[in-house]
């Protein structure tokens, strides 16, 4: 028993004089550490990055959202990136940012991903500025769950109707135009029931079409078929009607299912097209091309429904054409892409004949980019842009600019293009264009089907004038993520080159640059859907509350905006 005792008094005593001995070496080496170049750079580069802190939960009950991805990127750097995941309280912490300008964006299977100061309208996201050693820990995310609308589509005798199609569209504004653009697409059931699902919060216009037709009716006397009758079904939109202007929006909340009552579709009087298609890259009649409706009056679908082929000499045929405003298009892969023609067509109560549509080849567009101011611009860093103003989907072609200020834009379809550009300074803005040696003052050019085109003339300037700002609330308190807009006026009101927008920062505060000499007035609006400001007559209701400036070369504005609420139309 004493043996033992001596023994793990032996032990402790080793015991003691270890742990003395790691401990005076472990104050040792922190000493060294504390002395090291490489400790001085660490401590620095902790006093000079940032954290960003924040929580992520339910707009609608505020419940905390776990395993939400975190993302943050740099400004103009976007392979620049940091990012996290929200633990089981929603929330998330992020180090090791570098100062700078940037962009935040959560995302989650279920829910709309959202960018920082993000409206409903998916408009311009908010920019959050970080100065050194900067720690926000404040940000509150409120993710909006997907809603559903739901209903049953019924013929004229109450039968159920499978396999229509129901798209829910959106209505926006584009280049001063009015849009509905299909957001999602679905088909009913056996039971004529439907379901439109993951649907962002907002106001739609549901649309009908039924692709099953009538047959030609028979003539009740003789029992043949009868030459003079058709019919069809219309497209029409919620609640009955084949008037787009006279369709009723259905509201989507956040996570929620929306009923809307039954749709019957009516038969009406249906006619037969017949036409042609040449193809001009060949020479020849264009066999096995496809030919199909869209619908006009400026809804434009993802789905158009099943095309019809030519034949041998490139003739078509579509039957059961209900009224209404059409866009005849006919598309083809040949010469190693796909080509289109389009028509637009007004449909009645008389059968169309003669309706003949030409696939020519794209043209290429030379031109030259000269760049005026005292700023220094490198002309390789440019790319011009053309933007397709006539078919619905997004279409922008780009052109890489050389050193000498020259590019060549390939592949460009016949149309209607709106001129713009990418790169340089900040202050850098579009100051004329010139197609075909006529000038364009709404930086708007045609592009004529086939045939040698004429040099496309852009002229930049680096010297535009900047203006900055902040906005605030009736009790003088800053608006973060508000849109600011800067829209000019006069006789350039249409001119859609010259408008601008951002979102406030955190502070309220926000910058505007690139911006052309002349009259403008700038506003603020909180929850307003992007671009609804192209639409004069919404604009008209907020002429008073403009800030009016007067841009000039060099030049720099400093205002102060009071935010309005847009309503939401």
């Known amino acids: 028993m004493h043996i033992t005792c001596l023994a793990r008094t032996a ?5 003691a004089s270890t742990a003395v001995s790691a401990q005076t070496t472990q104050q040792d080496v922190s000493r060294a550490e504390a002395t090291s170049p490489e400790r001085h750079q660490s401590a620095e580069a902790e006093l000079t990055t940032c954290v960003i802190e924040g929580l992520v939960v339910r707009s609608d009950t505020s419940e905390p959202i776990r395993k939400a991805r975190v993302v943050i990127y740099r400004l103009k750097q976007a392979a620049n990136r940091y990012g996290g995941v929200t633990d089981s309280s929603g929330r998330f912490s992020v180090d090791g940012i570098a100062p700078g300008r940037y962009k935040i964006r959560i995302e989650k299977v279920g829910y709309l991903s959202q960018f920082y100061g993000e409206d409903p309208s998916g408009g311009p996201t ?16 409120r993710m909006v769950a997907e809603g559903v609308i739901s209903g049953r589509i019924l013929d004229e005798d109450g039968a159920s109707v499978q396999d229509a199609v129901i798209t829910a569209l959106r209505s926006h504004v584009y280049h001063g135009q009015h849009r509905l653009s299909a957001v999602a697409t679905v088909e009913s059931n056996d039971l004529g029931e439907y379901r439109v699902y993951d649907l962002p919060p907002g106001r739609y216009y549901v649309r009908v079409e039924a692709r099953l037709r009538y047959p030609k009716e028979k003539n009740p006397q003789t029992g ?10 219309a497209a029409v939109f919620y609640p009955g009607t084949s008037d787009a202007k006279k369709a009723i929006p259905v509201t989507v909340l956040s996570g929620q299912e929306t009923p809307i009552s039954d749709v019957t579709l009516v038969p009406t009087p249906a006619v037969r097209l017949r036409g042609h298609v040449f193809n001009a890259i060949t020479g020849k009649p264009l066999t096995g091309c496809c030919v199909f409706l869209e619908p006009g009056g400026g809804v434009f679908l993802d789905d158009n429904g099943p095309g019809h082929l030519t034949g041998p000499n490139g003739a078509f045929e579509i039957d059961h054409v209900a009224t209404g405003s059409f866009i005849l298009v006919a598309s083809a892969f040949t010469d190693g892409r796909f080509h289109d023609a389009r028509l637009p067509i007004e449909v009645q109560s008389v059968s169309l004949d003669g309706l003949n549509l030409t696939i020519f080849p794209e043209v290429k567009i030379a031109g030259r980019v000269a760049v005026e101011g005292s700023n220094p611009v490198q002309l390789s860093t440019l790319q011009v ?32 293009y709106a001129v713009g550009f990418q790169g340089g300074p900040d202050g850098t803005y579009l100051k004329s264009v010139r197609f075909h ?10 592009v004529n089907p086939g045939g040698a085109q004429g040099l496309l003339e852009i002229a930049l300037d680096s010297d535009g004038c900047q203006v900055e700002g902040s906005v605030t609330d009736r009790d003088r308190l800053p608006v973060p993520s508000a849109t600011v807009v800067l829209v000019p006026g006069g006789q350039r009101r249409d001119f859609y080159h010259l408008y601008k927008d951002v979102k406030t ?7 505007l640059n690139g911006i052309a000499p002349g009259d403008y007035e700038v506003f603020a609006w909180k929850d307003i859907e992007h671009a609804q400001w192209e639409d004069p007559d919404f604009l008209e209701q907020f002429e008073r509350d403009a800030v009016k400036i007067s841009a ?10 009071k935010v309005t609420q847009a309503s939401m139309h």
């Open 11 to 15: 032990f402790l005593f080793v015991l």
């Open 126 to 141: 908010a920019i959050l500025t970080l100065s050194s050693g900067q720690r926000i820990t404040d940000l509150l995310f």
């Open 224 to 233: 043949n078929a009868a030459a003079p009758t058709e019919t069809g079904y």
């Open 385 to 416: 842009r053309l933007e397709d103003l006539e078919r619905g989907y997004s279409s922008v072609l780009s052109a890489a600019v050389s050193r000498d200020g020259t590019f060549q834009l390939t592949n460009v379809a016949a149309g209607r």
């Open 437 to 446: 040696g006529e000038s364009s003052s709404d930086a708007v050019v045609d």
């Open 505 to 511: 920062d955190q502070n309220g505060n926000f910058v």
């Open 552 to 561: 000039e070369d060099h030049g720099h504005k400093s205002i102060e905006l």
